[in-house]
């Protein structure tokens, strides 16, 4: 059975880094179109940052850009999330996502309807 399994997340004060990584198991290695979406309580579920993985095509949400690193490791099946100066309002679950299971050369764009998902991770950053 495929799975998005997230991990990384944690508790830092405004202005740390966190990394997390969200591994792809049983997935194939091939091109895929893969997402971090963040979800805090009251707030609609945002898009983070999206990634093409066969083209390392990047996308960033205005609020994370200049300071979140999306990637992939192709040999690993793993995306990554790098967040550095991180504040307060970064706080959420973070969850990765995974449009399919099959190789995948659709647009990987703000329209995409994203099929797996991980389970999610917690970060919290205090002011």
């Known amino acids: 059975q495929v799975q998005l399994v997230e991990s990384g997340g944690g508790s830092v004060q405004a202005g740390g880094s966190l990394s997390l990584s969200c591994k792809a198991s049983?997935?194939?290695?091939?091109?895929?179109?893969m997402a971090w979406f963040r979800q805090t309580p009251g707030k609609e579920r945002e898009e983070v940052a999206r990634?093409?993985?066969?083209?390392?095509?990047?996308y960033y949400a205005d609020s994370v850009k200049g300071r979140f690193t999306i990637s992939h490791d192709n040999a690993k099946n793993t995306m990554f999330l790098q967040m550095n100066n991180l504040k307060p309002e970064d706080t959420g679950m973070y969850f990765c996502?995974?449009?399919?299971?099959?190789?995948?050369?659709?647009?990987?764009?703000?329209?995409?309807?994203?099929?797996?998902w991980g389970q999610g991770t917690q970060v919290s950053v205090s002011s």
């Open positions: 996502a995974r449009r399919t299971s099959e190789p995948d050369y659709e647009p990987c764009d703000e329209n995409t309807d994203f099929r797996y």
């Open positions: 990634i093409r993985t066969a083209y390392l095509n990047k």
């Open positions: 049983r997935f194939p290695r091939t091109s895929a179109c």
